[in-house]
Structures are given as C-alpha cells and as structure tokens.
C-alpha cells in the first residue's frame, strides 16, 4: 500500500508542535517531531545582568514559570555560592511542588481527556460517561478542575505574590517573608484540595493508594469499592485499557529525572533514597537506575535548525545561532535533540516514579514498556506522593525560626547551574557569568528531552520513538497518535529556544 | 446572537491563558456562557482536527463566519529578516494569518505585553512585534492606521501577564456594546488609569522613605531594589492577584511589566539613580521638589516603620 504523507499541527499542547507522519496500511512507520516556532530566548540573556534570569526565564512557559525561577535561582545560588536557609528551601520546595500539582490535574483532565471524547469513540460503552465529565468546557470534572486548581494556586501568590509569573526566589533564598497567618491560609487551601483530590480524581485517601505495588494490586482496587471505580483515576484505567491505550506509544525506555527538591537541613520529611533530597535522580536504562551526573548532558543539533561545527554540545558551551528554516533538510525542528552519555530519555512523572523505584511502575515498565495509560497514571497519582510533603513544609515554616534569606558575596566571574523537577519533568538552566554579565545561558526543558528530534546517530527522541508503530484508525485524523504525544504532557513553548546576540 | 471569538497565540509562553483561568466570578469557563460568547478556536483547549480548524479559517476569511472578537496572546514573530518564519503554519509563516483574521475582526484585543508591544523577543532576532506597536514606536504588524471593522485601533492590555480581571472586564464590555475608553498606549483606563503602587501594602514605607537595599525586608522597594510600582500603570495593587496578593505585597518589585520597554535593557532588581534619588521619578513630577519632598519625608519618619516593626 502505499505510504502517505500527513502534517498534524497539535494544539491544546503548550506551544506549537508539527508531527510528519509517514502512514502505510493504517500504521505510522516514520515521524519527525517539528517544534515550529522559535522565541530566542536563551539569546537574550547575553550580555543581561545575572539576576534578569529570575525575571526573563520564568517567560519562557506560562504553566512551569515557577520551576524556571527556581532553576535560575538555583543557577545564581551555585555560581555566587549563596546558601539558602531552612525556611527559604522550605517556601521553594512549597510553591514548585503547587505548581507540579496543579499542572498534573489541568493536563491530565484539560488537555489529555477531551481526545477521549472525540466523536471516534462513540460507539464506546464508556463513551457516555467520557463526555460527561470531560467534554471541553463543560465536562463536570472539567469545571472542578478549574475550580480547584485555581484555588490552589493562591498558596503561590500568598507565598510569592502571583501566579503566573513571579520572582521571588532569588539567590540566597527567597524574599518575601510570610507570617503565620499566610501560613495558615495556605494549608487549609491544601487541605481543601487534598479533599478534593481524595474525594474526587483518586476515589480514596492517600494511604490507601499509598499500599498499591503491583498491577494486582490496582485490579483489587478497582473492585473493592464503588468509589475507587468511579472515581477519575478509577474511570481512566478502565477506559483506558477498552482503548487500548495500555498498548500504545511504546518509546526507548531510557529514563531522566533530577529527582525531588532539596531538603531542608531540618526536617520530618522523610526523604527516598538519596538525604539530600526528596527523591533521588537519576538515569534509567535497561532495568536499572544509575546516578545522574549532569556532565553527561549534551544537545545534538544534527536535525534542529541551528548551526555549529560540533555536532553536540554540553550546555555550559552550548549555543544557539539559528538558521533560516529552509537551509538544510535534515534539519527539521527547532528543538535541540538533549542526551544522555549520547543516548534519548523520556522526562516526566512516569520518569520520576520509575527512578525512585515505586514498584508499580517499575513492574509495568518492565512488563509492558512505558505506555499512554502508564505516562497518564504516573501523572494522575503523583499529587498523592507530595501532598504530605508539601503540609509538612508549610507547618515547619510556621514553627521554624530560622530565616528567609541570607546574604552572599557577588562574583563577578563564574559559572553555575541549576536542576529542578518541573510539572513535565527535568529541567535544567546552565549560567556562566563574565565580567558581572551573562555571557552564556542555556536551558533544557522536558519537553526538549521528550520532544527531540533525531541525533547525529540517526536515534528518534522519545516521542518520535513512542509514534513508530501506532496503528490509526482514521487517516484523516490521527487521533491515536494525539494521544501519544499528549501522554508526554508536551509543552512546546519552553522548547524551542531563543538565541542570539552578536 | 452570540458573538464570536478567536483566540490565537503568537509568539507565546501560554501566560495569558493561565492567568485567565485565575478568572473568578466568572471563572474561565463560566466566562463564555455569562457573556454569551461563542468560542470558535482557543489554541489551548478546542477540540478540532487541523482540517476543522482549516475550514474555520477559510469562513473567516471568506466572510461566511463572523468574526467578532480576535484575541491574540503572544507576540508577532517576524524573524528572521521580516519573513515570519521562526514562527510557521503548515499555510505560512503564522503572522500572515494574524494579519488576516484581523482585517476580518470587529474588535482585536492585543492580550498581554508580547502582543501588545512585542516583549520577550522585541530586541532580538526573532523581530517580535506587537499588534499595533514595536515597544514604544506605533506601528507593529497592522500599522499606525488600522482601524477594526468596528472603528477602534488594536486594543491593548498588556501585562506579563495580563491580569485576567481585564481580560473578563474588556470581553464583558464589548459583549455588552459598551464603549471602552482607551488611554496611552490604547490601552482600556479601567485597569491601566492607576498606578501599580497604589494599593500596596508597603505604602506607609514609601511615604517616608523607609528604603530596602536587600532581599527579606518590609521597607519600600522603589529607591534601590528597581521597584517600577509608582512609575507604571496596572491593577495589580487595585484588583489583587489569585484572589489576593501582589507582588510588590511579598517583596519583589515590580518589573514595570506593563510598560511598551517591558523587559527594559539595563538590569532588574536595581534602581538606576542620581544623588541617590531615583532617575525615573513617577510621572509628572519635578526632581526639585521630590528630592525636598522626600528628604522631609525622611526626616518624619516614626521609629516604628525605620525599625520595621510592622507586622506588612
């Protein structure tokens, strides 16, 4: 049969995103991932004073721009060699840990389900019950969400005065310095979203879900009680699995994450893994988990529109000299292609849960590979992993004595990075400082890592990867393969990269 | 008849949308149907295949579909060398688009700084512009001249991100037929008629020069800290942000995000001054009579506030 050619550009994806499908006999046999568009962001730090990155970075994504601020802190923290007191790690743990929670309901119910709903699966027997509490703008779990989530960022702008779009963490810690009574306010709007949550998207408590370690064990649940069935996260398995979406978008299985945030020095929280923080990072491949040394990232620009006489580069010597789109045609995207020691990985909660070893998805991977139903489980459960955290940091911040800030010296020479779990997975900011200026500043997304192109070797990146082999139902329109995509919760906005000066 | 609306983005972050959805009263969702708006295309959140969306743009722009309301969030990408392809459509560059549906518009609302005056990016060489403006010149994409079918210019609300009170307030008065007014920059004097630092809540510092030179303090952020808050137009401090808050409230100074220089070229977090009086006084007032205002002022100050005793 013959192989036809089909553009999609995806919305209700951050950004814009192109996918070249090659179709034969109703199966996708090659992609390319087009990031389309470009915002030169990277390129307008040069020559910036180094704390404009507090101000500039967050711009670059309107849904993570609390974890760009905390990378870009972070950066300035290490090359200034500023320490963040107790009560500072404490208020950035908070506030990038709300965005994380927020974002995963918003996706996983704002943009991932409404597919569900799509014409296509009406003759589903769950179809009905789809459309009710999906439909766009007007399924009943669609307007919690808004609802809730909306509520819930007011622990940002109480802590940190807005969301989106704020800068209050800066080297040395934060600067704003809440009273008790702002504490206060933000755990009872935790407490209301932890009710919500519960009651609503999990279908039980905490600690119930907390005891599920195998596939088994979340068949059991599913039939114990009416409540975990119906809940959202009851409903999407069993739609799910009718969709088949169990068996779909099958990628590398290669894993990154930077793992949770620093700790306090003083805390209960009790951390996995690794003291220094709250779960660890690391690099997974072939069923096991290695330490993540940074130094082993680079960015392969083979099919990105960029120029330069290496094929890849560490970010720290990263750069970003755009070419006219049209220049070369192994160059399609005007995504980077990120690597690991030269190889693809896929960043996100899946990432994080299969890194810090939770059972479940450690089991599923091996059993099944990572898979839309898993990418969205990972997403839709994690809220549930750091809501306890998140109350035990607010309640030590009322109690602590410790400060909010401290000072540093400047340096006006220096380098400095910083790594952060974001809503969608790694991220990374590198710095290098001259002369009181930025001479350099490169960053690394999520979704570079999800989204990439194909590398010198000729390697797909992980969606790429995960796309290949989809079957279609539809040619017109390839529904299944917006569901893979999605299922990396895509946000092209940070990805594509800004550049340039000189 | 429910009137139409479109809401693209350009060169975007996607900031616009999420503080939109900060929105209460109504909220985001309750939004179209208390305004009886009918959403053709939101990038962030419509279902429709790209052949849908195709079709929906031919009506437009053919006239068959009405087109009432244009929102853009993000900028206009013309880079590189005013080709718009930093930014492409699978139809072209998207900028082209923009320029289209906005000759077919009744209203079009520049939604945030990006689109209103270009932004992130207006000095560097992706050439982003705004609707109607390229920072402070008028001009952008559409020209100094256009006009929309309805006989206003491009009307700015700028903001990074535009608070979503004067999105939900612009869309309800061009729902209702109610005129707008529009002040500098066009932009809608409802919100942008008062200052940034009114309404804050280190005021009382302010009024006698209780002055920050560090993070992690209560004082006043204007005289070392680059707080834009008495120099700039916005709602923050009048309308609150999520309900609640602000930045200048928690500490951070405001980046004058409002402003057609928005991000400005010389550092943040420091304020740029002569005699350590700040060089750019608010608007209006003569440096000889602030600097004796403010020495007074000084002077004045209670113990309370010089020891920060405050519980603002």
Redo the contacts between chains.
Sequence with gaps: MEKIRK???L??V???L?LHLEIEDNVVRDVRSVG??????E??MSG??P??S???TP?????C?TAHLNAAAKALDMAYGAEVPDNAQRLRNVTLMVEQLQNDIRHAV??FM??L??ATYAGQPLYGEAFRRYA???GET??QT??E??RL??I?????????????M?P????????ASDIIHCRHILRNFRKWYEDRILGCTLEVWGRIRSWDDVQAWLIAAPEHQNSDLGFFIRYGLDLGLAAMGQSHDTFISCGGPDLPARTEVVPEGDAHRFAPGGFYSARRTMEMDPRNISEDIACAFFKDDVPARHPYEGRTV?L???DDSQKYS?AKAPRYDGRPAETGPLADMVISGKPLFVEQVEQRGANVLLRQLARLVRPAMILPAVDQWLAEMAESRS???Q?YSKRITSQGYGLVTAPRGFLGHWLTIENGLIANYQVITPTAWNASPRDSHGVRGPWEEAIVGTRISNV??PLEVEHVVRSFDPCL?CTVH????S | MAKTIYWI?G?????????L??A?TP???EL?DFLGLD?LWH?????????E?QALNDKILSGEQQLDILCLEGSV?H??NG?G??????AGP?KDLIQALAHKAQFVLAVGTCASFGG??A????MASGLQFTKWEMGGLLGQGFRTLSGYPVINLPG??CHCEVVVGTLSAVAADMPLDLGHYNTPTNWYGVMVHQGCTRNEYHEYRVEEK?????GCLFFYMGCHGPLVTGP?NKVL????????????PC?G?TRPDF?QQY????TRNIEGIPIELPDGVSRAHYMAYKGMAAAAAPKRLIKRKT?I
């Design positions: 553009v999609i550009p919305n209700r951050e950004g814009d192109e389309t568009m470009y915002r030169g962001i390129n307008l910036r004073g704390m404009d507090l101000v500039i711009r670059i994504c309107g849904i721009t704002l943009l409404p597919d709903t799509h766009v703008l007007k669609t307007l808004v609802k989530t909306k960022l007011e940002i702008a109480i802590l940190g005065g807005q969301w989106p779009h704020s800068s209050f800066v040395g810690g934060v600067v704003s310095v809440p009273a755009p006219d789109s049209e005007w400060p909010f800030y000072d017109q329109h906005v800004a550049m340039q000066i | 983005h060169g975007s972050c996607g900031g616009d949308t999420w503080s959805f900060n209460d909220d985001f969702i179209f959403l990038q962030s959140l419509s279902v429709r295949s790209t052949d969306l990408i880079g590189p080709s392809r930093f930014d492409m459509l699978p998207k992130i990016g000095d560097s060489d992706i990074c991100p560090k993070f992690g303090e209560r923050c942000w999520n309900r609640r808050s602000s930045k200048t409230r928690v500490g951070v980046f995000c991000p550092p943040f977090f420091q519980g």
